[in-house]
Every structure is written in C-alpha cells, then in structure tokens.
C-alpha cells in the first residue's frame, strides 16, 4: 500500500505527501528535467535509495536533497511518511 | 534564543531549519516578492502567525503553505523545530 496526496501545486513548486507502509519500496526512478527536490522523513525509519543499489539510512527529521535528475527512491522499514518538495514542479 | 541553519540555497529553492525555544516568536514578517513558501512543523508545538494578529495552530506534522509576500510568522508554545522551504530563493 502505497498512499499519495498531493499538498500543493504552484507554478513555484510541487509538495507532495507520501506514505509507505512497513516494507514498502519506492523504486530508484529518474525524471530528466532540472531542478531540485527535497524528501524530509516526517515519521518512521527506512532507507533513501540511489544508483547501483546505494542506500543511505533515513529516519524521522532527516532530510535528502539532490537534482532532481539523479537516480532517487526511498524503502521503508517502519511506516513512514515522507514529504517531497520539488521546484519547479515537474 | 532562535537557531537558524541554512540547508539549501539553490537557484532552484531556499530550505532553512528554524529552532524556536518554548515562548519564542518569530515576528509577522513580509518579503514583497513573487514566490510561494511552505512552513512545515518536523517538532514542537506553536501558532502559525498572520497579519491582523491572526492565528492559527501548529502541531508537529502540520503545514502552512502561502504565497511569499503574505504576512506570516510563528510563535512556539513549545520548543519548535521548522523546516521553511522558499521557491523560487530570495
């Protein structure tokens, strides 16, 4: 189960709510545009993915940055809920 | 006392982590620029802040998202952690 809202959508940027339940993968993908994006753990404890099976852990408060065209995913060992902000919005 | 990091400043948007002490306030300010900002509570307890002495609660997990130009704030019942995100920089 995956659960998704879109928080806001504005010329300036994109927030969006995401909630992985235990276990859950959000797959490494890619979007070719620039920009940034930002993925802020508000909850839960799991793991930021990366290019050839790279994983940095992620737990509540901790924050990933990156363009928005480097390789990104998240997999959740707890619930989790993520909050991902991106500008421009894609 | 206020604690005040610089996260990101990119050319794409601006994340800044506030640390507000329990009794703090973060006075009811305008920057007259095009843009929008979300405030996003990771911690704490407090009222977001508007213009004509305007209030509104702010728990843990709560988000306030405005154009950059309106009148905003925020007063900390108790210490408050807040994530500010600002697109496009100012």
Do not use: C, K, W, Y
Not at 14 to 33: C, Q, S
Not at 43 to 53: C, Q, R
């Amino acid at each position: 189960m995956r659960r998704f809202f879109l928080v806001e959508d504005s010329p300036f940027f994109e927030i969006i709510n995401f909630n992985l339940a235990a276990g859950a993968t959000f797959p490494v993908h890619i979007h070719d545009l620039d920009g940034q994006r930002s993925i802020l753990v508000i909850e839960g404890e799991g793991f930021f993915l990366g290019a050839d099976g790279a994983e940095m852990t992620a737990g509540t408060g901790d924050m990933l940055i990156s363009e928005i065209r480097e390789p990104h995913g998240v997999r959740a060992v707890s619930d989790m809920r993520i909050v991902v902000t991106i500008a421009p919005p894609i």
